[in-house]
Nanobody
């Protein structure tokens, strides 16, 4: 069973940047696509970005494309999300998870605590 810990969130002004990290332990995640998801208050969890297991292929939601960059370091079992030009609508709790397409793996249930990102206007 994989254990995921997200970190790097915080309070930032609009236009600012943050770098999120997702550290995995337990079952290796090297062979799986990893994704970032977010959930704002009162809203459903939504897809943000995903990266293939070798890091060569990435996918982004339209709302973050051109501003966010996802990457991974399999040697460190860590996935990153570099967030630039942040907007107030990016405010949410951010989670990482093994993914398929733009959804979490159906078998995945070990969500971490997430990391809060708050963008002030």
């Amino acid at each position: 069973q994989v254990h995921l810990v997200e970190s790097g969130g915080g309070l930032v002004q609009a236009g600012g940047s943050l770098r999120l990290s997702c550290a995995a332990s337990g079952r290796t995640f090297t062979m799986v696509v990893m994704g970032w998801f977010r959930q704002a208050p009162g809203k459903e969890r939504e897809f943000v970005a995903a990266v293939s297991w070798k890091g060569g292929n990435t996918d982004y939601s339209d709302s973050v494309k051109g501003r966010f960059t996802i990457s991974r370091d399999n040697a460190k079992n860590t996935v990153y999300l570099q967030m630039n030009s942040l907007k107030p609508e990016d405010t949410a709790v951010y989670y990482c998870a093994p993914s398929i397409g733009r959804s979490p793996l159906p078998s995945f249930a070990s969500w971490g605590q997430g990391t809060q990102v708050t963008v002030s206007s």
